[in-house]
């Protein structure tokens, strides 16, 4: 199956600095990826959905200037956390579709102290 | 606006026992893909198995098949022959494959399925 990598896997930052997790489909072009976050024990929840060479569509209630997502190659997607807070901290999972099936990054975790 | 409900959030069953797994789900669409996926503990996220709505045979992956009743909005899990490393959190979830599933997954709450030695 294809492969989607996340870089880094895990990260600590202070608070009020700006984080950067890097979303790669390994062996497959994707025009679409879709960035989640995941609290403990809870199910995954869109944030938004990233296309390659245009802006991203963000859900209700997630704000996009404090979540910056840029696609700028058919193989990358970056996620930018701006001015981190401690309510910022969990799971990102970003995941890129090939053949409508959805392939899925091992996530990073955030903490923000 | 599509739902999904998982409503068993924690399930334990004995290693070799068969356990079932319930999802509903909502949706005026009339073509869909229905999905199970695995999260173990290192959080990665495992597709189990995937259903088209427009197939009347219910899908299979080895110890897995769901049981698919379109009528009834109903898509189950079933594990066969459960093993320790069976032991995970199980999503349903509900794709529109219409412009090639853009419009993301939408996930049930998930159920823990611990399987006990």
């Known amino acids: 199956g294809a492969v989607v990598s996340q870089h880094p896997s895990w990260v600590i930052c202070k608070s009020g600095t700006s984080v950067k997790i890097e979303c790669r489909s390994l062996d497959f072009q994707a025009t679409t990826m879709f960035w989640y976050r995941q609290f403990p024990k809870q199910s995954l929840m869109l944030m938004a959905t990233?296309?390659?060479?245009?802006?991203?569509?963000?859900e209700q209630g997630v704000e996009k200037d404090k979540f910056l997502i840029n696609h700028a190659s058919l193989t990358l997607s970056t996620l930018t956390v701006t001015s981190a807070h401690p309510e910022d901290s969990s799971f990102y999972i970003c995941?890129?579709?090939?053949?409508?099936?959805?392939?899925f990054g091992p996530g990073t975790r955030l903490t923000v102290l | 606006a599509q739902t999904v409900t998982q409503s068993q959030p924690e399930m334990s069953v004995q290693e070799a026992e068969t356990v079932t797994l319930s999802c509903t789900y909502d949706t005026s669409e009339s073509n869909y893909y229905l999905f199970w996926y695995k999260q173990p503990p290192s959080r990665q996220m495992i597709l189990v198995i995937r259903q088209e709505a427009y197939k009347q045979q219910n899908a299979t992956e080895n110890r897995f098949s769901v049981n698919f009743q379109k009528a009834a909005k109903s898509f189950s899990l079933k594990i066969s022959d459960s093993q320790l490393g069976d032991t995970a959190m199980y999503f349903c979830?509900?794709?529109?494959?219409?412009?090639?599933?853009?419009?993301?997954?939408?996930f049930g709450k998930g159920t823990h399925l611990i399987i006990q030695p």
């Open positions: 979830a509900f794709m529109n494959p219409s412009g090639g599933g853009a419009d993301g997954l939408t």
């Open positions: 995941s890129a579709i090939d053949y409508n099936e959805q392939f």
């Open positions: 990233s296309n390659e060479g245009s802006k991203a569509t963000y």
